[in-house]
């Protein structure tokens, strides 16, 4: 059906000015001037706990410009369910009447207005109600009523959803930035074909079902790794760097209105155990989205004070630290260096009960009936290729002592995961955990055009899943445990040739170089399945017998800076563009004998970036066949809640009391 063509012409009217403010938005999720956070659309698990904020604009300058820059500050807002009357939202949800807020932010109308430096001057009246819950399920109707007669409304919906548990367990493994396109170059790298026929599989091509995720974050169509874990593991989207929180428009960075997480919502509910591993810093956005609330993911310090101490302020006191927590990251646990409050956080988790692990061979000793702390260097882990291949790279200055020397004796994903899972069966016992475990580099490698060693790190996280099931069976929680590998996110990938490089390298003439690259019948086969003459890596069945063959995969994307391509696995990770004055250039020392490739992407970025691309959702256990599909990504936490029982018809909180320490 057509909609009306008089109703089309009055709505494109009104919102004309606003339209036209498309790269910049004075706040995404709201283009009148009467902001309700939570905003229109959004869906909410019975009885998560979360915060609304009411926001009234009076933009002061600008193409919006309004009453002189006052706002209204005896606006009303109310709330009904299933179109029934409309209540104040103190009165609905027995709060007092918070007090007002005032502040004044600034934003860039278009690119012309940011050259000129012009920007646009906002004045805000606001109100937020902190730590709301809905029970029953329904449509609410929430209206925001300003300036006389000026309404903004937002539909939420509150989903039906099982409050009884289906699986005791449930392991999320994450590759962050991981399409279809890198998990088919990776088999393609890993195992053998004869004519055409694969002689073995990755682990994940055994798994019985298999969905397809959309990733829009709320307010623009391109998502970061913040707000897709959010919306991952909370059910709502959120904003480009926003965790846990909806984006709102106050200088405080952790006063956004929050949202209440899985794990949150698990240790409140049930008392299970919960844990992060992650092959990043795990102050990183991926593991700090379980516990973090801020509209910053660059609060690093905070954000790993938070996952241990909950968020102190805002009414949202809850403190559910977590059970195993492995990754990189020293910087934010090191007495004086980036820590919150310049505090030591080793001490800080070992004071809370915590063991405390700077190596794997600490790791693997410490006793599984404790929580547990490992962070094993400095910044993000070395990836799988450097710590097996080129373990030259080893050799920097990444103790997570902050001793000047190298961490060495470093755990994989495969080995944290395994760790996590003996601590956390052990201390979930009869209710079950939850287990986040991401392979980072996925993601990090793809940033910096290094396919090869993204693809390292691909293999790496099928091998965990492969021994991952395999432990499960050999600890009898198999059946009872949901297992699911997806992603946050993509990044432009795929293979569309290979390269000769005996061929390229022989060339001195750039584009004589292209002539190395065979596409179709001259692709071949692959070569990285053919064991290297004279050279074994020992590193099993799983990843490839020769990373640096002849004939290598060229592969690419098209959102890249300007850069040198050679294809094939470089000796060194890669830097494929140098800053200068703010923008990008190729840099020249990377991959020298590669040919240029100017960029498609804005010149002040010197990293590929995400993509559009629906990201894959394999899945088995329990509910295994609710993941068949294509849904929304925010789907993803709605079907794992819907498996663990999440869903409240009042107020639980005996979960804690249950099992806390
Ligand atoms: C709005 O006013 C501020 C000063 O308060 C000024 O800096 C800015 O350039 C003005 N913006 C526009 C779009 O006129
Ligand atoms: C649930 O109950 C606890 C304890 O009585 C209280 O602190 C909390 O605010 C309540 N939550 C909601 C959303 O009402
Ligand atoms: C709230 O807590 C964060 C740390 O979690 C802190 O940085 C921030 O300043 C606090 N805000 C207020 C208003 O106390
Ligand atoms: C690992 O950590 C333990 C405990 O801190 C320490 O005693 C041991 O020397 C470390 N091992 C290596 C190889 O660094
Ligand atoms: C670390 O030690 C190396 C030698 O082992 C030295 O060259 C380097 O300057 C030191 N770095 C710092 C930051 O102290
Ligand atoms: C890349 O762009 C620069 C201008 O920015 C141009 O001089 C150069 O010829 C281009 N190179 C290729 C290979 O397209
Ligand atoms: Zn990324």
Not at 96 to 102: A, D, I
Not at 540 to 558: H, M
Request: a neutral charge; proline letters at 5%.
């Amino acid at each position: 059906m057509f909609p009306r063509l008089d109703v089309v012409a009055a709505c494109l009217a009104a919102s004309l000015s606003v339209a036209s403010a498309q790269t910049f938005r004075r706040l995404g999720t709201c283009p009148t001037l009467g902001c309700v956070i939570p905003p229109d659309q959004q869906d909410f698990l019975p009885g998560q706990e979360f915060d609304i904020r009411f926001e009234v604009h009076a933009p002061k300058n600008g193409s919006e410009a309004f009453n002189n820059g006052v706002p209204d500050e005896a606006f009303t807002a109310t709330i009904s369910k299933n179109g029934g009357r409309a209540r104040s939202i103190a009165d609905f949800f027995k709060q007092k009447e918070p007090s007002l807020e005032k502040w004044t932010f600034s934003w860039y109308e278009d690119l012309f207005a940011q050259d000129a430096k012009t920007p646009s001057v906002v004045n805000v009246a606001s109100k937020a109600y902190r730590r709301v819950a809905l029970y029953e399920p329904g449509t609410y109707t929430v209206t925001l009523k300003y300036y006389s007669g000026k309404t903004t409304t937002a539909e939420w919906t509150v989903r039906p959803l099982a409050t009884r548990k289906k699986a005791k367990n449930v392991i999320f493994f994450i590759g962050d930035g991981m399409t279809t396109n890198m998990i088919t170059a990776a088999r393609l790298l890993a195992h053998k074909t004869i004519n055409g026929k694969y002689q073995t599989l990755l682990s994940l091509d055994d798994f019985p079902v298999l969905g397809h995720q959309m990733t829009h974050s709320v307010d623009t169509f391109i998502t970061d790794s913040a707000n897709s874990a959010s919306a991952l593991y909370t059910g709502h989207k959120s904003t480009v760097n926003a965790l846990g929180v909806y984006a709102d428009s106050s200088p405080d960075q952790f006063d956004d209105p929050k949202v209440e997480t899985i794990v949150e919502l698990l240790a409140r509910i049930w008392g299970s155990a919960w844990g992060a591993v992650s092959t990043a810093f795990i102050a990183d956005a991926t593991p700090t989205a379980l516990t973090g609330h801020s509209r910053a993911r660059g609060q690093y310090g905070v954000l790993v004070d938070q996952a241990l101490n909950g968020v102190r302020n805002y009414s949202w006191t809850k403190t559910y630290g977590p059970d195993a927590y492995f990754g990189g990251g020293a910087e934010q646990f090191i007495a004086g260096s980036g820590s919150y409050q310049g505090k030591d956080y080793y001490a800080e988790f070992a004071n809370k009960g915590y063991s405390v692990s700077l190596n794997k061979t600490s790791l693997l000793a410490a006793p599984n009936n404790k929580k547990a702390l490992g962070i094993f260097c400095r910044s993000n882990l070395p990836v799988w290729i450097d710590r097996h291949i080129f373990t030259d790279n080893l050799e920097i200055n990444n103790d997570p002592s902050g001793a000047n020397k190298s961490a060495k004796d470093l755990p994989g994903l495969k080995e944290m995961t395994l760790k996590a899972i003996d601590v956390l069966h052990n201390r979930g016992s009869k209710e079950g955990f939850f287990l986040m475990s991401e392979a980072a580099s996925i993601d990090k490698q793809m940033h910096a055009l290094d396919y090869d060693r993204a693809l390292g790190d691909l293999l790496e996280l099928d091998d965990t899943v492969r021994t991952t099931i395999e432990k499960l069976k050999s600890l009898r929680i198999l059946d009872d445990t949901l297992i699911i590998v997806s992603a946050d996110h993509g990044h432009g990938f795929d293979v569309f040739g290979s390269s000769d490089t005996k061929y390229f390298n022989a060339q001195t003439d750039e584009r004589a170089k292209r002539k190395a690259i065979g596409v179709y019948e001259e692709s071949g086969l692959s070569q990285y399945t053919e064991p290297k003459p004279g050279v074994s890596y020992g590193t099993g069945a799983n990843f490839p017998l020769n990373w640096d063959p002849r004939y290598v995969i060229a592969a690419g994307l098209g959102a890249n800076p300007d850069h040198r391509e050679a294809y094939g696995v470089g000796s060194t990770p890669r830097t494929p563009a140098s800053g200068r004055n703010g923008e990008y250039y190729v840099n020249d020392k990377d991959r020298p004998n590669g040919f240029v490739v100017n960029g498609t992407l804005p010149p002040s970025a010197g990293q590929g970036v995400h993509s559009l691309t629906d990201v894959p959702v394999y899945a088995r256990g329990p509910c295994q066949e609710t993941f068949g599909g294509t849904y929304s990504n925010i789907d993803v936490f709605y079907k794992i809640a819907n498996c663990l029982g999440l869903a409240q018809g009042r107020n639980v909180t005996e979960g804690l009391r249950k099992r806390r320490n």
